[in-house]
Every structure is written in structure tokens, then in C-alpha cells.
């Protein structure tokens, strides 16, 4: 069964569908000591933002494709988030329906081990994968393509399912979904259709350093690189989350509790 935090949510370039809590990544994750800073943020929020801004026309152009998105946005994103990468054209026949875009690691010498490696094992370095679509694509339209009748969130669930061993023993838990606009996070062991997504153009403006910096924070290699418990940052954010809705729904429950008893001791002293 999935893990599931109740409720939608939308702030800024932040949008919640089951995976986080909105509450906490507005209040709590800008005051974690793994918030990406200002100063580290500053340099990268310029440089992307010259770089959409630049080929915008040609990214908003029907007769660019796929490839032209990835090319000219999501691999310079990728690169200043500190991931290394191994594209589909040189990953080996995996057990998925489809190959994913990218494989993405947090290290050097996984990226170096996994260029050699057959798919079992490639998939065991990967820290994440990463399904890519034209710029401003629909995330939510089914493919004619790759995988007639699969919505992309299917894609990236078959990913995750096949991202354990014989065993049942987890290789990564999270899986990135984006056209070049939005980027969505898919976690699993969460419910159907449930997913973050982070809004880094809204409309034709691109997002402001301060909400860059949560991008930063959940999109960059670091925030997946799995502990010796085997958890990463965002399974941490997810676990807060979870807490966080819990607490908020209890003192909620507390509070009309304590209406109720306001209320029908008034009724009586009447």
C-alpha cells in the first residue's frame, strides 16, 4: 500500500499531489541545514536562466523535439546539479518496457563502473532515473510512441518497480519526470497518480533565486545519495512530511474538540 499525505497543494513554483507536505516544505525545509544556500544557488539560478532564456524560441518551436530539450536544457541543468549521466542511446536492453531517458549517479566512480556494466547492474549504480519530454510537453498526456497507451507516471512507476533485486532490496527510490519547465519527483510506495512538482518556468518567467533554491535542494545529486541505512534526503523530507501532516491533523482534531466541549458547555449553563 502507498504512503499518502492527504491533500493539494500549490505555492509558487511548489506543487504537492500526495508525495510532500506543502506546510512543511514552506515552513520547515528552508530552516534544514541541507537547505541549498543562497550564495551556492546564485551562480547556478543565472547561468539556467541564461540558458532557457536564450533558446527559448527554439524550445518553444513545434519543430524541435525531444532531443533539442535535452540537449540544450535538461543536460546543462543536470550537469550544475552534480549528476553524472548515462543517456538511453548507450544503455544495454533493461527489464523495463522502455529505457529510461537517463541514468543518473551521484559519483564518479558509479558512473564509471556503470558505463561498463551490463543492465541488472547498471541499474543497481543508478541513485535515480530520468524520463525526459519536449519542452512544456504535457506530463500528463499518454504516449503514441515509445509506450502507446502508458501516461508518463506509468513509465516512471515500471522504473521503480524494477529497481530492486531478486532479493526485493531497493536500488533508488525516487524517479524524475520533466519537460524542461516542470519537474516532477515520483516516490515509490506511494499512491497512484501522486507526485512533487516544481515549477521552474510558470507561464514565460522563469522562477526567482529563492524558490530556485528548493529546486536545488530536491533535484541535486546530493539529495539522492543513499546513507548507509539505505534512505536519502528525500526520503527524510518525505518522513518529516508525513509527521508534520500527522501532527497538523491532530492538534486540528484538538482544536474542534475543544469547540465542541466550549460549545455544549455553554448549551448546558443555558
Known amino acids: 500500500m502507498g ?37 551556492e544557488c546564485g551562480a547556478i539560478h543565472r547561468e539556467i536562466g541564461e540558458i532557457w532564456h536564450r533558446h527559448l524560441p527554439a524550445l518553444s518551436s513545434r519543430r524541435r523535439n525531444e532531443a533539442f530539450t535535452c540537449s540544450t536544457l535538461l543536460e546543462p541543468i543536470l550537469d550544475r546539479l552534480g549528476w ?6 548507450t544503455m544495454p536492453n533493461l527489464t523495463t518496457r522502455k529505457k529510461p531517458d537517463y541514468c543518473l549517479f551521484t559519483s564518479e566512480t558509479d558512473y564509471f563502473a556503470a558505463a561498463e556494466a551490463d543492465a541488472s547492474v547498471l541499474f543497481r549504480l543508478s541513485a535515480t532515473v530520468l524520463e525526459a519530454k519536449r519542452y512544456k510537453h504535457s506530463l500528463d498526456q499518454i504516449s503514441t510512441r515509445e509506450t502507446p497507451g502508458w501516461f508518463p507516471s506509468q513509465q516512471l512507476q515500471d522504473y521503480l518497480n524494477h529497481a530492486k533485486d531478486t532479493s526485493g532490496r531497493r536500488f533508488f527510490n525516487w524517479a524524475i519526470l520533466t519537460n524542461g519547465s516542470v519537474w516532477r519527483l515520483y516516490a515509490d510506495r506511494s499512491a497512484v497518480g501522486a507526485y ?60 474542534i474538540f475543544d469547540v465542541l466541549e466550549d460549545l455544549g458547555t455553554g448549551f448546558v449553563d443555558r
Open 196 to 255: 512533487f512538482a516544481f515549477h521552474l518556468v510558470k507561464g514565460n518567467q522563469f522562477c526567482s533565486l529563492e524558490e530556485f533554491r528548493t529546486f536545488v535542494t530536491l533535484f541535486r545529486a546530493s539529495a539522492f545519495e543513499r546513507h548507509q541505512t539505505g534512505s536519502c534526503f528525500l526520503d527524510s523530507v518525505r518522513e518529516q512530511s508525513l509527521r508534520f501532516q500527522a501532527q497538523l491533523e491532530e492538534n486540528l482534531r484538538d482544536r
Open 84 to 89: 553524472r549521466r548515462i543517456p538511453q542511446e
Open 3 to 39: 504512503l499518502t499525505l492527504q491533500g493539494e497543494g500549490f505555492e509558487g513554483a511548489l506543487e504537492t499531489r500526495g508525495v510532500f507536505s506543502l506546510a512543511y516544505l514552506s515552513r520547515h525545509l528552508p530552516i534544514a541545514s541541507e537547505f541549498a544556500s543562497a550564495a
